[in-house]
């Protein structure tokens, strides 16, 4: 049996897309498969873990969970937009700095949580930070070195670079 497929447009870290896919299919396997944009990982498949976190239209969710019919006319932010022109973004940067980037597994997942976070506070007490990226597991359990890239970059005032940025 063959299962229909639809078309859907979105946006993905600024450029439009445009696929053909089965609705249901997870958002994580669109990006994955069929965008080629593999950054995003699957940890869990469950929505535990966070691996595959991603924002869309601002919120930040695990795609795993999210059938590609939902993010029709949505505006995705993947790890691959972090980066700009070549320049690693702030939040990057420290995560090379501070160790947080370990196996690599989580990395993409708590990149997308601390930039929600920063996003929505600026300057967040490492409670906060804690708390921000509470859904999103580390399975190295090196939460410190991740906690304390944010931290450095929070410190660095690195909450929306791209901001400063001409696109």
Do not use: W, Y
């Not at 299962?3 to 859907?8: D, G, H, L, R």
């Not at 990149?111 to 930070?129: G, R």
């Not at 939460?143 to 970059?153: C, K, T, Y």
């Amino acid at each position: 049996m063959t299962v229909p497929s639809a078309t859907i447009q979105f946006e993905v870290n600024g450029e439009d897309k445009t696929v053909c896919v089965p609705p249901m299919k997870r958002l994580l396997d669109v990006l994955r498969e069929d965008l080629q944009l593999t950054g995003t990982k699957e940890g869990c498949g469950e929505g535990e873990c966070g691996s595959c976190s991603v924002r869309m239209n601002g919120e930040l969710v695990n795609s795993c969970l999210v059938p590609v019919m939902q993010a029709e006319a949505a505006t995705i932010e993947t790890v691959e937009g972090l980066a700009h022109e070549g320049v690693l973004h702030p939040l990057q940067q420290a995560f090379l700095q501070f160790g947080g980037a370990q196996c690599g597994i989580c990395t993409p997942g708590m990149l997308m949580a601390a930039k929600h976070l920063l996003a929505h506070n600026p300057q967040p007490s490492m409670a906060e930070i804690r708390e921000g990226l509470a859904g999103n597991l580390c399975r190295c359990t090196g939460f410190i070195r991740i906690f304390e890239s944010v931290v450095s970059a929070a410190d660095a005032g690195s909450a929306n670079p791209q901001e400063t940025h001409a696109r």
